[in-house]
Structure formats: C-alpha cells, structure tokens
C-alpha cells in the first residue's frame, strides 16, 4: 500500500481542522473574552498550607467565566480551602499549546516549588493540527519535569471539542475526533507517572455541552460559568485524590530522616 495514503488523511484533516479554526476564530459576529487570572488565597490563614499552582491554556484563564470565583481553578482551590490555607497561582495563557508549557511555563511553575501542580493544556493543539505523536512528546516532556519537581501533579483531560458552537458544522466530527486522541495521548502518559491523576472531562461534556447552550460564553468558544462548574464537579475528587499523594509525599519523606 502506497505509505502516502496512510499518512495523508490525518494531516489533511489537521491542517483542514487549523484553517477552520482560524476562520472561525476571526468572526466579528461574536464578541472578544477577555483571560482571567484565577490566582489568590483560600481558606482559613490559621490552616495549614498548600500552594497550587495551575499550567496550561484559556481552560484555566477562563475567559467570559463570571463571577470568576464559579471558574474551575478557583472552585478547586476554595474546595481545598475548607481544610487548607490554599496559595492558588496561574501561570497559564490563553491560546497556549504543549509547546507554549514546555517555552514560557513550566520553569516559572517548578521555581515557586508548588506543592500541587495542575496541567490543562491540549485543546488548541487538537484544534490546530499538532501532530498527535509531537503533542504527546511534548506533554510528557512537561510532566516528567513536573513529576520529577512537585510532589503530586492533575491533569486535565481533554474533553468533547465537537461541541463547540463557534465550530463550523462540517468540522464538528473532525474536532471531537482530534480531541479524543489527545485526550488518550494524555491518557498514555499518565500512565508512566505515578504521582498523577488525570481527570475525566470527556463524560462530562459529552452530553452536556451538546444539550445545553447555556455551558458557553457568549463567544460560542470557551465555557461560561455554568460550564466551569461543572468541570468543578469532575476536578473536585481529582483535587482530594492529588491532596492524598502529596501528604504521601510528606509521609515517605519525613520516615526517611
């Protein structure tokens, strides 16, 4: 069989998927949402502390998202904030691919010594053509360095991106395809690290989103409030899960000296 043939349609479709995306994105039909810094303190001063911090793309800036206390971040931390005192600090930028974690994040991330880091990254490389092999190259490279540096590290999966509205109709199914073998490429690499918990956000979208416009901004791209609460509802025992590995963490090492 001619090799071209195998590797053509998946590129095409890419490259198909990243100039849709453009299209779409330039419609001046739609308003422009602004990013959102999610960081601040949660919880009680007098407990004890922890510090999360957040990597990744517009999923943690949470443009459109009001009140911003309703965004995703911000509903985990003030979760933990009921045992914890929680520094809770973005690092992400809106548009960011993997290859933007491993450039302009991930340093910064590591250097305030977190206690938890939390990843949300994969969406745009799903809607911009990133090759599924370089995505999940570049992912790894950015959890190992994570799990190698913080004590307990979320991943967000990647959930059903052919429910965006904004989409053109026709590029709906080529989203959610592309969406899904990033959200397994994400899959794959959690699976080498064992101090990471990957959350589920495909079950969660897929059928709300589709049903229930009121899960976007005005945009007709990003999630609203509504959207983020219930990604809350699914990051939520992802949090109490990472909060179990870091004291773990503490154990081991305290039993070591």
């Known amino acids: 069989m ?3 043939k195998i590797i053509k349609p998946p590129l095409a479709a890419g490259a198909l998927l990243a100039g849709q995306m453009a299209h779409a994105i330039k419609r001046d039909d739609l308003p422009t949402l602004e990013n959102q810094d999610p960081s601040g303190r949660f919880g ?3 407990s004890p502390p922890l510090t999360i911090v957040y990597l990744g793309d517009s999923s943690v800036t949470s443009p459109g998202v009001e009140p911003l206390d309703y965004s995703w971040p ?8 009921e045992r914890f005192f929680v520094n809770a600090i ?4 809106g548009g960011s691919k993997a290859r933007d974690v491993l450039a302009t994040q991930l340093d910064q991330a590591i250097a305030l010594k977190p206690d938890i880091a939390y990843l949300s990254v994969g969406s745009n490389d799903a809607l911009r053509g990133t090759p599924i092999p370089r995505f999940e190259a570049e992912y790894d490279r950015i959890v190992a360095r994570l799990h190698a540096n913080v004590a307990s590290v979320g991943l967000s999966g ?3 991106l052919g429910t965006i509205p904004r989409l053109p109709e026709l590029m709906r ?3 959610r395809i592309r969406a899904r073998a990033i959200d397994h490429a994400i899959g794959r690499v959690r699976a080498n690290y064992p101090r990471a918990i990957k959350s589920n956000a495909w079950n969660v979208m897929h059928p709300a989103f589709d049903e229930h ?7 007709l791209f990003h999630a609203s409030a509504e959207g983020h609460l219930l990604f809350a509802s699914v990051g939520r025992p992802v949090a109490d899960k990472l909060v179990e590995v870091w004291l773990a963490q503490i154990d081991s090492t ?3 000296h």
């Open 2 to 4: 001619n090799a071209w």
């Open 173 to 175: 199914g080529v989203a």
């Open 90 to 93: 973005s690092v992400a930028a």
């Open 213 to 219: 416009p009121e899960m976007f901004a005005s945009d």
């Open 44 to 46: 009680d001063p007098d």
């Open 74 to 81: 911000r509903q985990i931390a003030m979760h933990l904030g």
């Open 158 to 160: 990647v959930g059903d």
């Open 254 to 256: 305290q039993a070591q």
